[in-house]
């Protein structure tokens, strides 16, 4: 079984730029993760999809981050302006439904400079 | 008081020692508990569920107490290749909601 392919895996914007994510999950996962992790924390969540349906975005920073899902398959997590507090990993993880187990992307590191 | 809390470490333990990892949680009405390791610059991986009983994988036992909201990882004969963040999550809705604890980082030397 193929994993979470994420892209890219690094990028490095200057602050104000605009920025995406890409990410593919496993062939008929119907829930989607993004998740920001910065270095020394844990992943907090910031928007979780079902198909194409957003279940919980209330972590999201909605005034500069958007993330879309549009097909129920592959998802784009944009930020738009980049700030120097947003320099994190963005994982992406997916789960078949009845499932409890997570698998995530190897992630893409963001260095917001 | 943060959602999931863990011990802050980092440990660092003899190769052969037996370490433990203590993780709490703010919400009762949690269903479902995991242990996470996460290698170095890696994406975290599922290390084992906890179950009410307790459960035991090969040199590792998870143990939950629902009354006082409190999971443990116990590591048993530790190996250099433990080394790693062991991250606590809760499901607080049946998979819809994963929390995810700060991380406890765990060194084992030789």
């Known amino acids: 079984e193929a994993g979470v392919a994420q892209s890219p895996r690094y990028k490095i914007i200057e602050k104000r730029q605009s920025v995406a994510f890409w990410c593919n999950p496993i062939?008929?996962?119907?829930?989607l993760y993004w998740y920001q992790q910065i270095l020394g924390q844990g992943p907090k969540l910031l928007i979780q999809f079902q198909n194409n349906g957003v279940v919980d975005d209330s972590q999201l920073p909605k005034d500069r981050f958007s993330a879309e899902r549009l097909k129920g398959v592959d998802s784009t997590l944009k930020i738009q302006p980049a700030k120097l507090e947003d320099s994190a990993v963005y994982l992406c993880a997916s789960r078949a439904i009845n499932n409890y187990g997570y698998t995530f992307g190897s992630g893409t590191r963001l260095t917001v400079v | 008081r943060k959602e999931v809390e863990q011990d802050p470490g980092p440990f660092n333990v003899p190769e052969g020692a037996t370490v433990a990892f203590n993780c709490t949680y703010s919400?009762?009405?949690?269903?479902?508990f995991f242990w996470y390791r996460q290698d170095c610059r890696k994406e975290p991986k599922l290390l084992m569920s906890v179950y009410s009983s307790g459960n035991e994988d090969g040199r590792f036992t998870a143990q939950l107490n629902r009354a006082s909201q409190y999971i443990s990882l116990l590591i048993r004969d530790s190996k250099l290749s433990d080394s790693a963040t062991y991250l606590c999550?809760?499901?607080?809705?049946?998979?819809?909601?994963?929390?995810f604890g700060p991380g406890t980082r765990l060194s084992v030397l030789p």
């Open positions: 062939s008929g996962h119907a829930t």
């Open positions: 999550v809760v499901n607080e809705n049946y998979g819809q909601n994963f929390v």
């Open positions: 919400n009762s009405a949690s269903q479902s």
